[in-house]
Nanobody
């Protein structure tokens, strides 16, 4: 069972990136999928999550209208499309998968401690 995140990089403010999270050994769309980030000196925060089977979705306030989470069942991959990136979006981004009865994706957020499988992280740097 493995999650592999990719797609990070260096981008100018206002630019876009799409992060990918490929799952192997299990089927993504039966889990709750979360994207988290951690900037230097800061705690890990939940950026977005979704439980596709119940149409649950969450975005942290600072990314609403700019980021979009999705799952492509045909290639067992989760995505985080990030548009209009800001310097404060700079962080190491992680994808995670959790069992639906434990990792709850609520309109108020989601808890990283409830997720079972984690990708290795991909660095996003927004700078001019």
């Amino acid at each position: 069972v493995q999650l592999q995140a990719s797609g990070g990089g260096l981008v100018q403010p206002g630019g876009s990136l799409r992060l990918s999270c490929i799952a192997s050994g299990f089927t993504l769309d039966v889990y709750t999928i979360g994207w988290f980030r951690q900037a230097p000196g800061k705690e890990r925060e939940a950026v977005s999550c979704t439980t596709s089977s119940i149409n649950a979705i969450y975005y942290t306030e600072s990314v609403k209208g700019r980021f979009t989470i999705s799952i492509d069942s045909s290639n067992n991959t989760a995505y985080l499309q990030m548009n209009n990136l800001h310097p404060e979006d700079t962080a190491l981004y992680y994808c995670a998968a959790g069992f639906r009865n434990r990792a709850r994706c609520r309109v108020t957020g989601t808890a990283s401690s409830d997720y079972t499988y984690w990708g290795q992280g991909t660095q996003v740097t927004v700078s001019s």
